[in-house]
């Protein structure tokens, strides 16, 4: 299939090469001029605009950067290309698909990139022949390519069946699992996988303090929660994912409050864990005014 990567940063470049080395025909496309050069001299294809690139294509994967200016996303580099690419399908009679590789708050895709194609294309209303999707990336900085080549699963967010059809096409060499949903859920499950690591992150960082107060080997006690703990086991990784309920028990909430109030009288505050303890008293309250609800414990 002929591909074409608009922004051609970490994400971008190493969806086109993974892309290339599974067959494709891809040509790149970035702003910056010494991106395109690196990428001419190792051999790939690159196009002169955003409209050379989507011409020559039958796919366009938006590779845009969405930094964080002031706590609140700047769609403005992405947005800027939407509307180059709807300039470049201006009277176009077959079908294109675009997709979108960034990381954007739910509803971006259908609220903001789909209007501003559409716009710029002048697409009328009962058009067929533009599809898009939105499928995030999870590729770690410095193993961006092995981690494209080899995903733990596939999250295709599309608008209809045959936009999300042919994009499951594109990755049918990869052999992983693909998850197919609406727009809205596939932006928040990329936001959910980088709130989760923070979360664990940050979590782990508080034991680890704890440890240091307590005289507790943070190290050893780390190692040994893959082993115990439901959530990171193997068998049980599943394990309290389901969220709409309050954990209960004979362990959890005591031991919460117990450790909570232990650390308190050590000097030592955990406002992780104290959050944690909000949350589920929100949750329980909830199950009182919804006993519907089922408690997990």
């Known amino acids: 299939m002929r591909i074409a990567i608009i922004a051609a940063g970490i ?9 290339e080395k599974k067959g494709n025909d891809v040509v790149f496309y970035d702003i910056d001029t010494m991106k395109l050069a690196q990428l ?5 294809e690159i196009a002169s605009s955003v409209r050379d690139a989507v011409k020559q294509s039958e796919v366009s994967m938006i590779c845009a950067p969405t930094p964080t200016v002031k706590g609140t996303v700047d769609l403005r580099p992405l947005l800027l290309i939407c509307a180059e690419v709807g300039r470049a399908l201006r009277g176009r009679k077959s079908y294109h698909l675009a997709v979108v590789r960034s990381t954007v708050p739910p509803g971006t895709t259908r609220g903001l990139v789909i209007p501003r194609i559409k716009e710029s294309a002048e697409l009328p209303s009962d058009s067929d022949v533009l599809g898009v999707c939105h499928n995030p990336e999870f590729l770690r900085e410095k193993f961006a390519l092995d981690d494209f080549l080899e995903p733990r699963a596939i999250v295709i967010g599309e608008t209809d069946v045959k936009a999300g059809t042919m994009l499951e096409s594109v990755y049918s060499s990869l052999k992983s699992p693909i998850i197919r949903c609406s727009l809205e859920t596939s932006e928040m499950i990329k936001y959910t996988a980088n709130l989760f690591n923070a979360t664990k992150i940050s979590f782990f960082n508080e034991i680890h303090d704890a440890c240091k107060v307590l005289g507790a080997e943070p190290e050893t006690v780390s190692r040994a929660m893959p082993l115990l703990a439901l959530g ?21 909430p005591k031991d919460l409050e117990a450790f909570i109030s232990f650390m308190l009288s050590r000097g030592m505050d955990v406002p992780l ?11 329980v309250q909830k199950e009182l005014e919804a006993p519907e609800l089922i408690v997990n414990g």
Not at 40 to 44: D, I, L, V
């Open 11 to 19: 994400v971008g470049k190493a969806t086109g090469v993974g892309l």
């Open 40 to 44: 001419a001299h190792e051999g790939h």
């Open 232 to 252: 990171l086991r193997d068998d049980l990784k599943e394990w309290g994912l389901s969220g709409g309920s309050p954990f209960g028990g004979m362990c959890l």
């Open 273 to 283: 864990l104290s959050a944690v303890r909000k949350v589920n008293q929100i949750m």
